[in-house]
Structure formats: structure tokens, C-alpha cells
């Protein structure tokens, strides 16, 4: 149990465009969901927290309007990066919260943005 | 805010030996997690331990928050056992803070 999925894999975008990565929590439901980014050799920072029906909580330093996030539904949030730039390029982690069993979070595989 | 620090940042081992990492938090803590990150990016949960001692396998925790310390054991380590493992901690929130991780390296 306690599967979280995120689609694409890898994506390969011009600068300038959009890009929309989905994470789903497969069998479980999640009200909170995360959104980390992991640069080459550096650990999880975290962006921002999705709650279902409601807007994002952005941490400090991460831009709301070039990383759009929406919680449509308990087992599915999104995360669009707008106007991709190369320095953009890095490695986006999800995970979710099932709240019935405490304060763990489970993790997707990640996606792997490259912006040329 | 919370601060995590975990040593050693890199460590080698001979497959077969022992290995103790540790993770340092600088206040109390409502989730501590030890992640192992694979080569393709992906976290696998290995212990959600805010407190006392679990474990699985070669695979042992222990946390003892009035310390405010976790260390997390390995035992007769194994080439897959390579890869960068995480201690990320929640403190009155459910945010999780990451250590920068410790490097592990086990050569056949």
C-alpha cells in the first residue's frame, strides 16, 4: 500500500514553454501533498504544499506564478512549471500524506525536467 | 527552523560489514523518516521512527528524541545497499526537513 505515481518520467521542453507534471496517490487517499526539487548531487528542498480544494502554500524564495500548483482531487495534484528556462532543470520529487496513518509521507519517482 | 545534519557525509564499506549513520536535529520532532535514494532517483521509506527502536531485516533505527538524535544501522551491507540515504524530519508541522544526506558505497 501506500503508492504515490508521477507522470512523466522525463520531459524535454524548450525554453519558453510549459510543462504540467501529475503525481497521484494510487490507494490511499491524500488531502496534502508535497512538491520537493533535488538539484545534482544536493538534497530535497521543498516547494510548496498542495492541499485538496484549496491554494498552495509556496515556501519562501519559490515563485507561485512559475510554479502553478493545483489539488483538484484527494488522489491527484499537478504541478506546471510556466515559461520553462534552463535553470529550471532539475529533478521534481512529489509525495502525499495518507492521514490515517500519522505523519508519513510516501514518495513518487520523480521527474526528471530538462529545459534546452 | 528545524536544522538536520547527518554524518558521515560519505562512507565506504567492504560488502559483508557494518554501519552506523547518524541524523542530528535541532528541536523536538512529530516524523522522522530514513530514506534510501536508489540511482534512479526514486525514495524508498525505510523507517518512519519519531521515537524508540524498529527493524527490518538487516535494516535497524533508532531514535531517541529527548537527545534529539536517530541513527539508522545497516548490517552485513550489500553492493545494493549503495546510494545516499536521507533522514528528513517534521517538527510541529507536516513539512519534512532533509539532511544533505550520507553517500554509501559498498564494493564487492
Known amino acids: 500500500g501506500a503508492v504515490v505515481s508521477q507522470h512523466p518520467s522525463r520531459v524535454i521542453c524548450k525554453s519558453g514553454t510549459s510543462v504540467k507534471i501529475e503525481c497521484r496517490s494510487l490507494d490511499f487517499q491524500a488531502t496534502t501533498m508535497f512538491w520537493y526539487r533535488q538539484f545534482p548531487k544536493q538534497s530535497l528542498m521543498l516547494m510548496a504544499t498542495s492541499n485538496e480544494g484549496s491554494k498552495a502554500t509556496y515556501e519562501q524564495g519559490v515563485e507561485k506564478d512559475k510554479f502553478l500548483i493545483n489539488h483538484a482531487s484527494l488522489t491527484l495534484s499537478t504541478l506546471t512549471v510556466t515559461s520553462a528556462h534552463p535553470e529550471d532543470s532539475s529533478f521534481y520529487i512529489c509525495s502525499a500524506r495518507d492521514q490515517r496513518l500519522a505523519w508519513e509521507q510516501y514518495f513518487g519517482p520523480g521527474t526528471r525536467l530538462t529545459v534546452t | 527552523g528545524i536544522q538536520v545534519e547527518q554524518s558521515p557525509p560519505d562512507l565506504i564499506l567492504q560488502e559483508g560489514a557494518n554501519s552506523t549513520l547518524r541524523c542530528n536535529f535541532s528541536?523536538?520532532?512529530?516524523?522522522l523518516q530514513w530514506f534510501h535514494q536508489n540511482p534512479w532517483g526514486q525514495l524508498i521509506n525505510l523507517f518512519y521512527?519519531?521515537?524508540g527502536t524498529k527493524q527490518n531485516g538487516r535494516l535497524s533505527a533508532t531514535t531517541v528524541a529527548t537527545e534529539r538524535y536517530s541513527l539508522l544501522y545497516i548490517s552485513s551491507s550489500q553492493t545494493t545497499d549503495s546510494g545516499v540515504y536521507f533522514c528528513?524530519?517534521?517538527?510541529?508541522?507536516?513539512?519534512?526537513?532533509f539532511g544533505k544526506g550520507t553517500k554509501l558505497t559498498v564494493n564487492p
Open positions: 521512527i519519531p521515537s
Open positions: 528528513a524530519v517534521g517538527s510541529g508541522s507536516e513539512k519534512l526537513v
Open positions: 528541536d523536538s520532532v512529530n516524523n
